[in-house]
Every structure is written in C-alpha cells, then in structure tokens.
C-alpha cells in the first residue's frame, strides 16, 4: 500500500529537549516536504526537499532542521523546542515538486511544555 | 494581502444540497490548482487536481479555475454526510516556484443528515 509514514504520532515534550520526527514514504517520491498546521494560520510549509542531498526553506523555517540521506525518509529535527512550535505537523511526498499531487501522511501532534 | 484568501466557515447544508467552496488568491503565477478534503485526525487527501484555467468534473465534484479573476472553486453536487470535512484548496507555480504549494486556510464543511 502506497503511504507516508509518520512517527510518533502524539508527542509531549518539554522546551530544550531535542526531538526528530520521522517521515518515510515507500512511493519512489523525489520530492518530500514537512508543513505546520494550526488553527487560524491553514498549513504552511517548513521545509521541502527536491531530492537526497538536496532542501530548501520553506514559508517558516525558524527553529526546525531536516536532512534528507536517503529517498524515502526526511526527519524534522527541533534541536531546541520551544512551546510555539506545538503544532500539528504534517509529511508530503510527490513525484517532481509542490505543483504535482501530494500524498500526505496522518500527522504528528506534538505539544512542547 | 495574503497570497491565498478561504472562507473559513464553518459551512452547514442539508443532505442532497450543492455546495460551493471558493478561493482567491493574488499571485497570477500560480498555474496549478489543487482542492485536498481532511476529515478529523488525518493528513489531507487530494481530491481535484486542475492545470491553469477551465473546468474539471470527477463524479459529484466539479472544479472550476477562473484565471482572469484569480478565483478557483469546488462544487459538490448530491452532498452526502460523508462529505462533512475541512477543504483545503492549493496552489503552485510552473519553473523555480513549483517546489512550493501554498494552501488556503480551509472550509470547516458539515452535511447534515
């Protein structure tokens, strides 16, 4: 079954404490991307990936890190989280780029103290 | 003025009712139009997927991108109750843009029974 993986999916944690959230996708995807949902604000994007070795920032990059080593996973890194960034995180992934149709994993709520 | 403007809602109709979900947006680079639906605790799930202008029609969905106003929309004809979820639409551009997907804050849509 074609899908993105997420973990975990619920996670509390407090400020300063370094987490990675993992995404990994068994599609062949070029492209992965990371989104932040929140109430009022809709998705927006963190981070994308066109390929291994290869990220760019998206609309709100402050305070997370991803890599991207091989083609199926692209943790998101917080090395030093702090309580606004408790959100509802989300992992795409798509052949080619963002205007191509993402498939989207279930989501990571994560709530920093 | 933000690059994509969605009525929140929330958005409330009988069972059997057409209902019409719109975006605006103001980025006239923006050639492929996408509306994703998420029901509660999930990620996104693309559900129409339009390239520049013109209509769209996949069984009771109908997708309508109007260029020139910079206006998209979704239709839902013969509503059900299990249509009742958040619509997303999103937007993204051809060239250096493609790697980015920019969503609208999304309608909070009830069918009622």
């Known amino acids: 079954e074609a899908q993105v993986t997420q973990n975990p999916r619920y996670l509390i944690t407090v400020t300063g404490k370094k987490l990675t959230v993992t995404c990994s996708q068994n599609?062949?995807?070029?492209?992965m991307s990371w989104y932040r949902q929140d109430p009022g604000l809709g998705l927006r994007q963190i981070y994308y990936?066109?390929?291994?070795?290869?990220?760019d920032k998206g609309d709100v990059p402050e305070g997370y890190k991803v890599s991207r080593k091989e083609k199926r996973n692209f943790p998101l890194i917080l090395e030093s989280p702090s309580p606004n960034q408790t959100s509802l995180y989300f992992c795409?992934?798509?052949f080619g780029g963002g205007n191509q149709p993402q498939h989207f994993g279930d989501g990571t709520r994560l709530s920093i103290l | 003025q933000k690059e994509v403007e969605q009525d929140p809602g929330p958005l409330s109709v009988p069972e059997g009712a057409i209902v019409s979900l719109n975006c605006t947006y103001s980025n006239s680079a923006f050639q492929y139009f996408m509306w994703y639906r998420q029901y509660s605790r999930k990620g996104p799930e693309l559900l129409m997927y339009t390239y520049s202008s013109g209509n769209k029609e996949d069984g009771r969905f109908t997708a309508q991108v109007d260029k020139s106003s910079k206006y998209i929309s979704l239709f839902i004809r013969d509503s059900q109750p299990s249509d009742s979820a958040t619509y997303l639409c999103?937007?993204?551009?051809?060239?250096?843009?493609?790697?980015?997907?920019?969503f609208g804050k999304g309608t909070k849509l009830s069918v009622i029974p």
């Open positions: 999103a937007m993204s551009n051809s060239g250096a843009g493609s790697y980015q997907l920019t």
């Open positions: 990936s066109m390929n291994v070795e290869v990220t």
């Open positions: 795409a992934s798509s």
């Open positions: 599609m062949n995807h070029e492209y």
